[in-house]
């Protein structure tokens, strides 16, 4: 069992040679090695999941040299249900691209290169999660670095390459950070792997081991936007292709809030830092809603509200219980679903009303009820009303906070209630604008032509509502020729609205909804796992002993 630990890496780090190598000119079969890979690496992280979950952590020493000199993979319970989640996000996101790019059948649009950068994506994630060293963790960030840059900027339009060298100023920033602590922890403890150094920590002064705490976390707060280190977010991922900024949003935050856990518990325990990270998961919480509140376009809206729901994840391992961190875990698992699958649902709504600013859109609870019931259930789920999954982490992490009884806590339990009912605010006004009201004189018609590669911000044209500078300025009112659609979320120049939403987007969508309510479904199982998951992170032994045979 143990050989199948390497898999999830290797086998979307293959398939992307194959890809590249095939391009376009059998794009059939380019579709369906991504396709088929993201179906293996699934069943094979339901297999290492359920493997860790009966039999302990499994490791695998590649080259077969021990540690600190060879590379280490484990997959225990978290990382196994990590693994799960985000393969199967991955993979419905993956249908929906390739449908959307279908469906406008652009034959510009750079198949050759997404289909590669996705599959690489895919490969940094995975050794992340399974990642049992410091440089291991940072040569899977910088593989997801160089495929989240290309994917950022498909399209080549200058917005996007703006929002992209943005994200790449501040990626290196925090990979250089990563590198000081990796040498600063190499030269304190003479290893990086997470095994020898929680052994070793005992022995450093605790100087040595808040400085290098400080500057882990550090690191993966910028990966995983916490608060204040987060401004950077709001305005990159809004400008990406939907399918991209939908596996952004949901699943590459998330990675940075996996290795505050997997630290947190594993190299640094005592909760020395505890009370900051409870002061920072409020400030994110609050800020993060309150920004969302002042949105009205529907993407800036939902990338601040992934920065307040941060905050959940970040009180739960403030926290640092049992209860705490299981409840952090159910968080977690949650939002990569509930947040992938609510950036899906606003491509879909750019496709149906042509636009993602709320004050531009109405009457699709009428127009599009479909297209509706897909927004309405993972918005209920992001807000936590019951007995959605949502709702299921929000009470165990409060409980756990009642439980604590100390004063941080109980501001946190408070600031997790007012955010809730403001997140609920937040997703009713989106209803009232973009689905309840009627629509408003000037809304995009079906058939409308949408120019969005511009790389001019500014206003030389009137828009279809004769004014100048109310963002309108880019769209053609006249229909295009039959069968000359254009793919505007991977190719960047233009999007057409369509009556009829394309039935795979649809069902990809759909698939995803299904995972979030999955949780529901079976929260009992899920909560009695990630109670086994907390337990085991705060044991520790089980790991080291997996890691080092002892």
């Not at 699958?341 to 699709?364: K, N, P, Q, S, Y």
Request: net charge neutral.
């Amino acid at each position: 069992m143990n050989a199948l630990v390497p898999l999830p890496v290797l086998l979307p780090l293959c398939a992307t040679g194959l890809s590249l190598a095939f391009g376009t000119r059998l794009g059939r079969f380019q579709r369906f090695i991504s396709v088929a890979v993201l179906t293996a690496v699934t069943a094979l992280s339901v297999i290492l999941m359920v493997a860790a979950d009966r039999h302990g952590p499994l490791s695998v020493h590649l080259g077969d040299f021990a540690p600190p000199l060879g590379i280490t993979l484990v997959a225990d319970r978290l990382s196994g249900l990590m693994l799960t989640v985000s393969s199967a996000v991955t993979l419905c996101v993956l249908v929906y691209s390739l449908s959307q790019g279908m469906t406008d059948r652009d034959k510009e649009t750079p198949l050759a290169v997404f289909h590669p950068a996705y599959l690489i994506l895919v490969a940094g994630v995975s050794c992340t999660f399974l990642a049992g060293d410091l440089v291991n963790l940072y040569v899977g960030f910088e593989i997801m670095l160089v495929a989240s840059f290309v994917l950022l900027t498909l399209g080549g339009t200058g917005p996007r390459m703006r929002a992209g060298s943005t994200y790449v100023i501040i990626s290196l920033f925090s990979s250089m950070l990563f590198l000081t602590a990796i040498a600063m922890t190499y030269a304190a403890a003479g290893t990086a792997n997470f095994a020898q150094f929680a052994v070793r920590l005992a022995e450093l002064p605790i100087g040595v081991q808040t400085l290098i705490q400080a500057l882990l976390l550090t690191v993966f707060a910028i990966k995983a936007a916490v608060f204040p280190l987060a401004a950077w977010l709001p305005d990159s991922y809004p400008t990406a292709p939907a399918p991209v900024t939908a596996v952004f949003a949901g699943l590459l935050t998330k990675v940075g809030v996996y290795c505050m856990l997997r630290t947190e518990t594993l190299l640094f325990p005592g909760n020395r830092l505890g009370d900051l990270l409870m002061a920072i998961a409020l400030a994110s919480m609050v800020i993060g809603i309150l920004g969302a509140v002042a949105q009205t376009d529907l993407k800036r809206l939902l990338s601040f509200t992934l920065i307040s729901h941060i905050g959940y994840m970040v009180f739960g391992i403030g926290l640092a219980t049992r209860e705490a961190y299981g409840g952090a875990i159910v968080y977690v698992a949650h939002h990569i679903t509930v947040q992938t699958t609510l950036f899906l649902v606003a491509g879909l709504i750019e496709r149906r009303g042509g636009t993602t600013e709320l004050t531009r859109l109405g009457g699709m609870a009428r127009a599009a009820p479909m297209l509706a019931a897909l927004f309405f259930v993972p918005a209920m789920n992001l807000a936590g009303i019951p007995p959605l999954s949502g709702f299921i982490g929000k009470l165990g992490l409060m409980r756990a906070g009642v439980a604590d009884g100390g004063g941080w806590a109980w501001v946190l339990v408070a600031g997790s209630a007012a955010t809730s009912l403001l997140t609920l605010y937040v997703v009713a006004k989106v209803w009232n604008l973009a689905f309840w009201r009627a629509a408003p004189p000037g809304q995009a018609a079906t058939g409308t032509v949408l120019e969005s590669g511009d790389d001019s911000d500014d206003d030389t044209d009137a828009g279809p509502d004769g004014m100048f500078g109310t963002g309108d300025e880019g769209i053609r009112t006249t229909p295009p020729p039959a069968g000359q659609a254009s793919a505007a979320t991977l190719h960047g120049r233009a999007v057409i609205t369509t009556s009829r939403l394309p039935h795979p987007m649809v069902a990809a969508t759909a698939a995803t909804i299904a995972i979030g309510l999955a949780f529901t479904v079976f929260a009992d199982p899920l909560t009695a796992y990630t109670d086994r998951t907390a337990a085991e992170l705060l044991q520790r032994a089980p790991y080291v002993q997996e890691v080092l045979g002892r």
